[in-house]
């Protein structure tokens, strides 16, 4: 793809096939990380539980949720059952950076072999990093295999996965 000077260059990285997976893998690892060192304090988008509940209790009541369009584990269940469970399993804590709030492969971009932007940013805000971590993680399962997702968390690096945290922000997504 050429540049025009309004699209980023390059392909976004499950399209990015001169690169290996894992190259892509590490990509996308090093993105996030830098996303997330960013100060929250200049980020304007609060996505904080309070708030994300707070729009997926909307979407939901607005019939806005596509109940066909959930992971496979969540295929065939009710929209407001999944809503009284994401209310039910709410975690305590949350470990706030800038997210990009949709961190799939398809969101980030490779022109070359390096990183070259964020698409897609319509969910950017202040949350708990397992936001994009929880949906990164599920990305690489998908697209690579489940034995990137562990080259894809030590890339990553200081970071420590809580796995109700991970499905939490998975169910979270099924809103969105």
């Keep these: 793809m050429a ?3 309004c699209a980023l260059p390059g392909s976004d990285l499950v399209s990015a096939e001169w690169l290996q997976p894992l190259e892509r893998v590490l990509l996308l690892a090093d993105a996030l990380r830098q996303l997330h060192a960013t100060d929250i304090a200049a980020c304007p988008f609060d996505h904080r539980l309070e708030n994300r509940i ?3 209790k909307v979407r939901l009541l607005a019939g806005r949720v596509d109940e066909d369009d959930f992971d496979e584990t969540r295929l065939g269940r009710a929209a407001k059952d999944l ?5 039910e399993t709410r975690p305590l804590t ?3 950076v800038v ?3 949709d961190a799939c492969l398809p969101n980030f971009m490779a022109d070359g072999p390096k990183f070259s932007g964020y ?3 319509g969910r950017l805000g202040i ?3 397992h936001q994009d971590i929880a949906l990164a993680c599920g ?3 998908h697209n690579f295999g489940k034995e990137l997702v562990a080259e894809f968390l030590k890339a990553y690096g200081d970071f420590e996965r809580q796995a109700e945290k991970m499905a939490y922000y998975q169910l979270l997504d099924e809103f969105f």
């Design 119 to 121: 698409i897609d940013c």
């Design 127 to 129: 949350a708990d990093r």
């Design 99 to 101: 997210t990009h709030g």
């Design 83 to 87: 809503f009284r469970e994401l209310v």
């Design 54 to 56: 707070g729009t997926a």
């Design 139 to 141: 990305s690489i399962e």
């Design 94 to 96: 949350e470990d706030l």
């Design 3 to 5: 540049f025009d000077g």
